[in-house]
C-alpha cells in the first residue's frame, strides 16, 4: 500500500512538472517573460528531485552494506567433542556415589575449596551445582538429564561469556568393573580453535584422581 501511494505521488509530481513546462513554454511563444519563471521553477523541482534520488539511492546502498557487513560478522559456530574414557576396578555404584555429588569434588578436583548443590525445581532448571576455586573464580553446572549410575548430562552456566559447553558421564559395567566414560561438547565460533590435547590431559588428571580416591576408599572400608 505504501509503496502504491508513493508511485501514485510521483505520478503526480511528474505530470506537474510536464504540465509547468507546457505552460512555460507556451507563455515564451507569446513572449510572455512569465515563462521564463515556470521553466525555472520546472528545472529547479527536476534539479531537487534529481539529487533526493540520488540521496535516497546513497543511502540505501550504505544500509545494505552495513547490514551485509553485520552479517559478515556474525560468528557461525562450530560444535567440537573432546572424548575419554577410564576402566576402574571398583563398581558402578561406587563410581557413581563418588562422581554424582558438587561435594564430592573437594576430594578430586583441584582448587576447589567449597561446592554446593541446589535442587532442581519443578517445572524449572534442573539440579545446579556450584563450585567456588580457591582463585576466586565461580562455577556452575545444570545437570540436564540423569539415569543413576549410568548416565549424567551437564551444561555449563558459569563462569559466563565462556565456551558453551554440554558434557555427558556414561558409566557401565565391565567383567573387572566399570567404565567411565565423558564427552564434551564445545560450541565456539568457527575461527576459534579448541586445543583438543589440553582437554584430553584435564579428564586424564581427573580419571587419575577419581581412581586414586576410589582405591583409598575400598582400603579404609577393607580395613574396618
Known amino acids: 500500500m505504501k509503496t502504491t501511494v508513493i508511485g501514485y505521488i510521483a505520478v503526480l509530481a ?27 521553477l520546472v528545472v529547479g523541482g527536476l534539479l531537487l528531485t534529481f539529487i533526493y534520488g540520488l540521496m535516497v539511492g546513497r543511502a540505501a ?5 552495513r547490514l551485509r557487513t553485520a552479517q559478515s560478522k556474525v560468528p557461525q ?9 577410564a576402566d576402574f576396578a571398583h563398581s558402578p555404584s561406587s563410581v557413581w556415589a563418588l562422581i554424582r555429588p558438587a ?7 583441584d582448587g576447589i575449596y567449597h561446592a554446593v548443590s541446589i535442587p532442581a525445581v519443578a517445572d524449572g532448571p534442573g539440579e545446579l551445582q556450584c563450585f567456588f ?24 552456566l558459569l563462569p559466563a561469556g565462556g565456551t558453551d559447553t554440554e558434557t555427558r558421564y556414561r558409566l ?6 566399570s567404565r567411565l566414560t565423558i564427552e564434551t561438547d564445545y ?35 577393607r580395613a574396618m
Open 77 to 85: 559456530f562450530t560444535t567440537m567433542t573432546i572424548k575419554a574414557s
Open 61 to 65: 546502498k550504505a544500509a545494505e552494506r
Open 172 to 177: 557401565e559395567e565391565t567383567g573387572r568393573g
Open 14 to 40: 511528474l505530470a506537474g512538472l510536464v504540465s509547468l513546462g507546457i505552460l512555460g513554454a507556451s507563455l515564451l511563444q507569446r513572449h510572455d517573460n512569465r515563462g521564463i519563471a515556470v521553466l525555472a
Open 133 to 156: 576455586h580457591r582463585n576466586g573464580q565461580i562455577g556452575a553446572i545444570e545437570v540436564l538429564q540423569e539415569i543413576p549410575e549410568q548416565l549424567a548430562v551437564t551444561r555449563s
Open 187 to 221: 560450541e565456539v565460533p568457527g575461527g576459534r580453535a579448541i586445543e583438543t590435547d589440553l582437554g584430553s590431559g584435564f579428564w586424564d588428571s581427573y580419571f587419575e584422581r577419581v581412581g586414586a580416591v576410589l582405591d583409598r576408599q575400598a582400603a579404609e572400608g
Open 103 to 109: 561435594e564430592s569434588s573437594l576430594s578430586f578436583v
